[in-house]
Antibody, heavy 117, light 108 residues
């Protein structure tokens, strides 16, 4: 299984960040998929997950700005983060939760997003 | 929200044993996982479900979990083990995934 994040590396303050995670070597159905981010020089922060028919849950610290969706026909997971600020600058990772478990077994390589006008 | 606390740094000489702790309220009742992250790279799972190792991970990595503390132990430390290490759990109460604050392991 391979995960690849894609999207703009630069977003303006107050705009919406949109990222895609393309999954190859396996189907996204029946797995939990998460987005995780890491500000420069800081630790990992879980953003949220999506599962199967669109069940989602998010880190409340994002104050409802995050939306995760899935495109099963193209085997992709997406993240939208609205009203971005400098605090949202980070490397964004997508990751899979092991089936039947609670650990992240596959990670994407990560995508650096800068927030600047 | 559930909080996991790790020491910011651990230093160890080559060949010695590194011990990294992860503190959380009654963490012994949860499954704890450990991820290793080298600079500029994505995290890699090294221990899951407290003490199991994924295929391809050295047996020098081991884990335990009891009470309010989980521990990752790296035996016979090598220069290549220098990295940041994060513990991780799933909190059933909130249905959230949580990462520890991270520990930087330095090989002297």
């Amino acid at each position: 299984v391979q995960l690849q994040e894609s999207g703009p590396g630069l977003v303006k303050p107050s705009e919406t960040l949109s990222l895609t995670c393309s999954v190859s070597g396996g189907f996204i159905y029946s797995y939990y998929w998460s987005w995780i981010r890491q500000p420069p020089g800081k630790g990992l922060e879980w953003i949220g997950y999506i599962y199967n028919t669109g069940s989602t849950n998010y880190n409340p610290s994002l104050r409802s700005r995050a939306t995760i969706s899935e495109d099963t026909s193209n085997n992709r997971i997406s993240l939208r983060l609205t009203s971005v600020t400098a605090a949202d600058a980070a490397v964004y990772y997508c990751a899979r939760v092991y089936g039947g478990g609670t650990h992240f077994d596959y990670w994407g390589q990560g995508l650096l997003v800068t927030v600047s006008s | 929200s559930y909080v996991l606390t790790q020491p910011p740094s651990v230093s160890v000489a080559p060949g010695q044993t590194a011990t990294i702790t992860c503190g959380g309220n009654n963490i012994g009742s949860k499954n704890v996982h450990w991820h290793l992250q080298k600079p500029g790279q994505a995290p890699v799972l090294v221990v899951y479900d407290d003490s199991d190792r994924p295929s391809g991970i050295s047996e020098r990595f081991s884990g335990s979990n009891s009470g309010n503390t989980a521990t990752l132990t790296i035996s016979r430390v090598e220069a290549g083990d220098e990295a940041d290490y994060y513990c991780q759990v799933w909190d059933s109460g909130s249905d959230h995934y949580v990462f520890g604050t991270g520990t930087k392991v330095t090989v002297l």
